[in-house]
C-alpha cells in the first residue's frame, strides 16, 4: 500500500508532482494498492501533477484519490494512464485495474468517477470504454473563478497536440474543466495535459505555466 496525504493550509499554493513514472509490476497473486487524498483549506490550491502510470501486464491494481476542497479553494490535478509496455512491444493482456477518483467541495461531492478495467474485456476494446487504445489521461481544473470562459481557449491550444487516430476534448461543467485524452502514445498524451495547464494555471491560479525542469528527466 502506498499512501500520499497532503493538506494545504489556507492560503497555501502546493505544485506536487513525481521525479519519474510509477511502474505497477506483475501481481503474483496480490493486489498492489495506492491512495491519495488531498485537502486545500480556504484559498489554498493545489496542483496534483504525477508523471504517467504503467501498468505491466498482469498488474492487478486498486487507485483511490480523494480531494477534499473548501470553497475558496482551487485544484489542478491530472493524470495519465498506460497499459502495458507498448514500445517494448508488450500488450495489457492480462490483469485488472480498479480506480476511484472522487472531489468532494464543503463535503459536498461535486465529482465521482469509479470502474474496474479487465484486460482484454469489452470495456478495454468497445466503444464505450477505451476503444482498444493503450493510453488515456485526463486533467481536472476545480474552483473559482468561473471557468466557463476559458474553454474554447483550453480547445484551442490541445487541438494541435493529438495524433490523428485520438480522440480528445474538453468540457466545462458549473466549477468543473475537464480534458480527456485517448490514444496511443504517451507523450502526446502529456502535451495535451500540458497544453491545456498552460492555460488554466495563469487564469485560475494566477501563476505563470513555468514547466517543471523534473518533468524532463
Not at 82 to 88: E, M, N
Not at 183 to 208: C, F, K, Q, T, Y
Amino acid at each position: 500500500m502506498l499512501e500520499i496525504d497532503i493538506h494545504a493550509a489556507q492560503k497555501a499554493h502546493a505544485l506536487l508532482s513525481t521525479p519519474g513514472a510509477a511502474k505497477w509490476y506483475r501481481a503474483n497473486g496480490q493486489i498492489a494498492r495506492q491512495r491519495v487524498q488531498l485537502k486545500g483549506d480556504a484559498g489554498a490550491a493545489i496542483e496534483w501533477l504525477p508523471q504517467e502510470t504503467i501498468f505491466f501486464n498482469q498488474a492487478d491494481v486498486v487507485l483511490e484519490t480523494q480531494v477534499s476542497l473548501h470553497n475558496l479553494a482551487r485544484f489542478i490535478g491530472c493524470e495519465i494512464l498506460c497499459l502495458g509496455r507498448t514500445a517494448s512491444g508488450e500488450r495489457f493482456s492480462h490483469g485488472k485495474v480498479r480506480q476511484t477518483y472522487k472531489v468532494v467541495v464543503d463535503d459536498k461531492p461535486v465529482w465521482l468517477e469509479q470502474g474496474t478495467l479487465l484486460a482484454d474485456s469489452a470495456t478495454a476494446h468497445g466503444p464505450l470504454g477505451l476503444a482498444g487504445h493503450s493510453v488515456c489521461a485526463s486533467l481536472l481544473c476545480v474552483g473559482p473563478p468561473s471557468q466557463r470562459g476559458l474553454i474554447d481557449d483550453v480547445r484551442a491550444a490541445i487541438a494541435p497536440w493529438a495524433e490523428p487516430q485520438a480522440k480528445f476534448g474538453a468540457t466545462h461543467m458549473k466549477s468543473l474543466l475537464m480534458v480527456r485524452y485517448l490514444g496511443d502514445a504517451s507523450e502526446n498524451a502529456r502535451h495535451v495535459m500540458l497544453a491545456a495547464w498552460r492555460v488554466l494555471r495563469p487564469a485560475i491560479l494566477g501563476r505563470a505555466s513555468t514547466e517543471l525542469r523534473i518533468w524532463n528527466t
